[in-house]
T-cell receptor, first 109, second 114 residues
């Protein structure tokens, strides 16, 4: 069974701080996606990474796919209250898209 | 609007009753997915429709759960003889093609079984 483990499960920081959240698996994925979900809404895709070692930047967010395509990280620089939400990683392979349990981020002003 | 819509937004039912949850995907999206999200948990895959192919039902937790997709568009998730452990948010998503494409999610239906 393919599993994606995300850490930390919860993270509470002050505005302006930097943070990194992780998504790890013992399985290889053909692609990995990061979503952000706000309360009462469905997840919204932030990025898809497909190549081992790939780094993508989205404003203050930097996403990295591990060389072996088993893990990924999301780094946020100078976090803002608007970054608050549940960050989910999802791995694609043959068949299903498998989601991790998410990291719940709270950024306090 | 042009996004994925789901109805109802909230559903409260009594244990043992049947419920139907509806999903209207984005027009032209050939793939449709149902997920379940329990409090504090990630998304649990339930079922996946792709075009006219037989659906992937491998995530359905029991035979009380079933889903249909009529005319390649609207989908209905049915839960028979609901149990308290069925309480969760049920999310629907659609995409242009297969698993690797961006999935667009609806706002979900929050199901509470008393």
């Amino acid at each position: 069974t393919q599993l994606l483990e995300q850490s930390p499960q919860f993270l509470s920081i002050q505005e302006g701080e930097n943070l990194t959240v992780y998504c790890n698996s013992s399985s290889v994925f053909s692609s990995l996606q990061w979503y952000r979900q706000e309360p009462g809404e469905g997840p919204v895709l932030l990025v898809t990474v497909v190549t081992g070692g790939e780094v993508k930047k989205l404003k203050r967010l930097t996403f990295q796919f591990g060389d072996a395509r088993k893990d990924s990280s999301l780094h946020i620089t100078a976090a803002q209250p608007g970054d608050t939400g549940l960050y989910l990683c999802a791995g694609g392979s043959q068949g299903n898209l498998i989601f991790g349990k998410g990291t719940k981020l709270s950024v306090k002003p | 609007g042009a996004g994925v819509s789901q109805s109802p937004s909230n559903k409260v039912t009594e244990k043992g009753k049947d419920v139907e949850l509806r999903c209207d995907p984005i027009s032209g999206h050939t793939a449709l997915y149902w997920y379940r999200q329990s409090l504090g948990q990630g998304l649990e895959f339930l079922i996946y429709f792709q075009g006219n192919s037989a659906p992937d039902k491998s995530g359905l937790p029991s035979d009380r759960f079933s889903a249909e997709r009529t005319g390649g568009s609207v989908s209905t998730l049915t839960i028979q003889r609901t149990q308290q452990e069925d309480s969760a948010v049920y999310l629907c998503a659609s995409s242009l093609a297969g698993i690797s494409n961006e999935q667009f999610f609806g706002p979900g239906t929050r199901l509470t079984v008393l």
